[in-house]
């Protein structure tokens, strides 16, 4: 009688752990702390975006504008303009305008000429033992009604427009100009009859 042949599977225990089936009970679960972390994560990726689409509302409903100072001041009385032949630097250092009282065209005028100098825009001074406008930086000389007649400066200085109010106070209105070389100093509100 033969003897039986020896089995050709390993028993049991000899088998490697990977082809032991895991039981589903033993399967790696997510622990409590892990559920929390990412949760957590979840949360804050949900408020920056919340943000995020905020921003982008309010940046919708309010554009981004450039709000330019007014153009306009208000620089008194008449009566605050009292010597003819004169230039008042009340607002020479606000508003870069010079009040200038004077007579031309044989009329007594109140004009409101720009400090800005005509060459390259630099801030001019009035000097008055000189009697004169004088630019610092290429050396323009004006005559107190703005005319140039020194220095690089191609034209005379600017003048501003210049009316009253219903209430009667001065006001000048930086927006628009008037250009003595071009013979606009003699239009509307290009001067305040002062008589
Ligand atoms: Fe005034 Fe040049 S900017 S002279």
Not at 140 to 169: K, M, Q, T
Request: aromatic share 12%.
């Amino acid at each position: 009688m033969s003897e039986k042949p020896a089995s050709a599977s390993p028993p049991p225990e000899a088998r490697t752990p990977e082809l032991v089936p895991r039981p589903s009970s033993l399967a790696p679960r997510p622990s409590r702390r892990s559920f929390l972390r990412w949760s957590v994560v979840a949360w804050l990726i949900f408020c920056a975006w919340l943000l995020a689409a905020g921003y982008a509302l309010v940046r919708f409903m309010f554009p981004r504008v450039l709000y330019e100072p007014d153009p306009r001041f208000v620089a008194g009385k008449r009566s605050d303009y009292p010597e003819v032949n004169k230039v008042y630097e009340n607002f020479k250092q606000t508003q870069a305008v010079w009040l200038v009282r004077l007579i031309e065209d044989g009329q007594d005028r109140l004009v409101a000429i720009s400090a800005v100098c005509t060459h390259l825009g630099c801030p001019a001074n009035w000097l008055e033992a000189e009697q004169r406008f004088k630019c610092p930086c290429h050396g323009s000389g004006f005559y107190r009604n703005g005319v140039n007649f020194e220095g690089p400066a191609p034209r005379p200085l600017d003048r501003h427009c210049i009316f009253l109010d219903a209430a009667g106070n001065i006001v000048v209105d930086k927006s628009r100009t008037f250009r003595k070389d071009l013979g606009q100093c003699n239009a509307r509100e290009s001067y305040l009859a002062m008589s």
